[in-house]
């Protein structure tokens, strides 16, 4: 069973960066295909990146895709979400989620890490 914390979140002007972090404990990460996803206020969760076990392939939603980059480091147990031009409808709190499979639900999620952009 793996741990996931979430880190790197905060408040950034539009057209910013941050860059978002998951480490993983209790389990090596390569283990598991990592997705990023994110909920704003009001709204339903949102699937916004994910990579395979061994980083052989990456998806990003349209409404990222050119802007956000999925990554991760087996060596390091931890992915990231780098994160470019950053839009005030990104406000939301990120979440990162492990699966052992393929396709199907994702069972071991973070605590989420709240994202803020605004002027």
């Known amino acids: 069973q793996v741990q996931l914390v979430e880190s790197g979140g905060g408040l950034v002007e539009p057209g910013g960066s941050l860059r978002l972090s998951c480490a993983a404990s209790?389990?090596?990460?390569?283990?598991?295909?990592i997705g990023w996803f994110r909920q704003a206020p009001g709204k339903g969760r949102e699937g916004v990146a994910c990579i395979s076990r061994r980083d052989t392939y990456r998806v990003h939603a349209d409404s990222v895709k050119g802007r956000f980059t999925i990554s991760r480091d087996n060596a390091k147990n931890t992915a990231h979400l780098q994160m470019n031009s950053l839009k005030p409808e990104d406000t939301a709190v990120y979440f990162c989620?492990?699966?052992?499979?393929?396709?199907?639900?994702?069972?071991?999620w973070g605590q989420g890490t709240q994202v803020t952009v605004s002027s």
């Open positions: 989620a492990a699966r052992m499979s393929v396709v199907g639900n994702y069972n071991y």
């Open positions: 209790g389990s090596t990460l390569d283990n598991y295909a």
